[in-house]
Structures are given as C-alpha cells and as structure tokens.
C-alpha cells in the first residue's frame, strides 16, 4: 500500500503521506493505517538521504524486509503489537457464533449453495456483528471487530488491553471458512457412533439408502452386526435383503421408506420404532451411541442436544444442516417415557360420580362450606347408529384400533403421534404408513 502512494502522489505537488490521508486511509483500521504511515516515514527519510549522499548509494547496505505473516495461505495484517496467528485461536473465533446476526449452520449452507468467492465474501461481511464481541475461546480470551474491509481479531483479557492483534480481509475469512468447513472443522457436530448393544438379534434396522450406477443400497443392521446390503426383489417385487444365506423381509414401514427413496429420493428420517426425527420437541429424550440426550432446542436448520452426565464441552452437542437424516444415520431411539403424555388415547373412560351428601369443599380461607346440592341432569342414552351386516361392530372397531398395527410398539407410537397436535390429514398419513397393507383377523 505505501508503495501505491508513492507512485500515485508522484505526479501531484503534495507529499506522500498528505495523499495516502486523503485518498487511501479510510480502507484501513487506525492501526493499521498508522503502521502503513511509518513504513512511508522511514521510506521517505532512506530516500533523502540517498538523494543527499549520492556515493553511497552506488553500493548500498543490504535492506532486510520482514516476510509478511502467513498462517495457512492467509496473509495476517499485524499492527504495532505481536501478531495473532495460533490456528486454534483463530478457528475458534470464526466459528463462535454466540453473536453472529447469521449463525454458522446458516453460513455453510450458504456456502453449498453458492461457490463464487465474492458472493461468500459478501455474505458473510453481513454474518458478522458489529459491535466489540470477546470471549473465552478454551482460557484464552479474545474478540473481534468488524471494519468496513475485513475483521480485527485479537488476543488478551479485553479490546484496549489486548497482547496480540491480527486483521482479515473479508476476502480471507470467507476463504478461511471455506478451508474450516472442508476440514470437517466448522460446524460443531458430533462424533457419536451407533450402538447396536442388546439389539433384537432378529430385527432389520435401516438407517439409510444409497444408489449407484442404478443399484439401491441400504446401512443397516441386524443384532448387533452392521452392513451394507444391497436390496434384493422377489418374482411379485417384495423387497429383501440376504443375511447369512438367508432373506430378510421389509416391513409396510420399511417397504413404504424405500417406495419414497425410489420416488422421490426421501431419506430415511425416523428411529427403528418408526419415531419421525422431526417430530422431537424440546424435553424429549433419545438414546444415541448408548447414552441418553434431551432435546435442548430444534429448528429447520439445528438440533441441540444436552446430556446431563457429561462435562462441558462435552455435554452439549448441535447437528447442523439435514439433522433429521443425520440423527438417524446415528441410529437414534426415541424414548416414549420422556414425553408426558396427559390423557392417553385409547383409554377406557373413566367413571364420574356424583359428590356424596355432607361432602365439603374448601374456600381459598381454607373454612369449609357445605356444597350446593343439585339434581342429577338427565343423561341422554347414546342410540347406535344403524349398520349392515357386513359393517364392522363398534366392539370391532375398539379392539382392532386399540392393537395397532401388526408392527412392534406400534400402539405406542399411534399414542405420540396423536398428542403432537397434528392436523387430521397428517394424523391420517401417519395411520396409513403405520397400518401399511398388512392385516389381522377378529374373533
């Protein structure tokens, strides 16, 4: 830059330093602007004395010039303190999204979207906030500052006591976030494995689908063994897999997941007990890599989970992006006794009785008074509607609803699903794949 002033002002009648004020300063944070000053000072004096003491300069005393600070391909303006330039530091600023106006799932989803440099350059120029932001990134404590060229970050107790100091380019931090979220090293997602421990050695788990070349493959696994498979059709088109030279049916759920992957390439987005990832509301609980987690917060983008047995910063952890399909890549497992569920649905009706004479009734003073005694209402006696022969008994209809489908804890998840507030249509479309084309007879 002081190099540029120099050959812009060389044709003007003011001095360097006047013009780099009026025309270049204001595209620079103070700091820096100051150090760019003095590197003109001293430029200026050599070029005096060189003008004044024309011998010597036939052979002039070698100039060492410090190499500019460089951390991962990213050049680092540095003002008159150290600069900044621990990796671990820096990362841990650009992904701490505390105060961002635009959180970090929502930057790497930008970034699958848009692969022009100067798109995410002005994006993520509007992510940051504008005010002085500090806080601990592990036990050091360090902040940032946004400028109308790039970020001021550094490192010390606060902004005016700070020990080190560096400057990005918005241009450098977009690629800086670029090179994080290669690395696997943006989002903070969690690095939990399934557990098939205790597992139905019987049962088929399915945690996702693939295709290749034209060939549909599944994750899944049976017992406590994990495997990829590749599904297998029978002469009336059921699909199978072969486990240990023998086949494995799909469920009406199964067969319904994979009739959607096939249609519409829909992944896989609820637990073995046919629990939909996107139906958890904060308070619910999940089984996942063994350990139980509670739903902290849930939105489009984001899911938090938090484990009361751990430590910080291991008892919370956030997955970012399509976490539905993630969750159950981990093979979560919903846990029905999490959820208060007030009136069960399929209840028996309870009895209500009349209060007995001389029963009392306290005041909010907590002095009894007699309770008004009133006549009995008149019930009216409910007429059963009229029905063929072949129609289906309302005793029928109790007993085949009350047994659920032909599916394991299948009445349990019909009872989680009708007290999610759901619409009829939705309730509807749950019956129909929950139910599937199976049946089951009646005595």
Known sequence: MAGFAFTDSEEMTIDPITFFNRFHSGKFSPAQAQEIREIMMVAIQNRDITRDNPAESEQPEPVTIAEPVI??????????????????????????????????????????????????????KTA???DYSEFDVGSTRVGYKTTDTG????????????????????????????????????????????????????????????????????????????FEAEILRTDDNTPYISYKDRPIQ????????????????????????????????????IRLDGEIWTVVLKNDYTIRLSNSEKTDPDNVQNIYGKWQEKLTQLGFEFIPQSREIETPVFAEPTETTEPEPGDLQLTLFGEPEPVAQKEPK???????????????????????????????????????????NKTPAENADYLRREFGTGGRGYK
């Open 250 to 285: 799909f469920t009406s759920e199964q067969a319904y997941d994979l009739e959607q992957f096939e249609l519409y390439r829909t992944p896989v987005m609820h637990d073995r007990n046919g629990y939909y990832a996107d139906d958890l509301d904060a308070g619910d609980q």
């Open 378 to 420: 008149p019930r009216t006696k409910k007429q059963p509607a009229a029905i063929s022969l072949t129609a289906p008994t309302p005793k029928m209809l109790d007993y085949i609803l009350r047994a659920g489908s032909n599916e394991t804890k299948s009445i349990e998840r019909i009872v989680a699903q009708f007290q999610k």
């Open 71 to 124: 951390v991962n391909n990213f050049p680092l303006i540095s003002g008159v303190l150290p600069p900044l330039t621990d990796d671990t530091i820096i990362s841990g600023i650009l992904t701490h999204d505390q105060f961002f106006t635009k959180k970090c799932d929502e930057i790497a989803e930008y970034y699958a979207d848009h692969s022009d440099d100067a798109e995410r350059a002005d994006f993520v």
């Open 151 to 226: 970020l001021m970050i550094w490192e010390g107790s606060s902004y005016l006591s700070r020990t080190k100091e560096a400057g990005l380019s918005w241009e450098a931090v977009a690629t800086y976030i670029a090179k994080l979220i290669d690395e696997n090293r943006y989002l903070n997602e969690p690095t939990l494995q399934r557990n098939t421990q205790n597992a139905d050695r019987n049962q088929l788990v399915i945690y996702g689908f693939k295709e290749h070349d034209g060939v549909i493959t599944m994750d899944c696994s049976v017992g406590e063994n994990e």
């Open 128 to 130: 940051f906030n504008a």
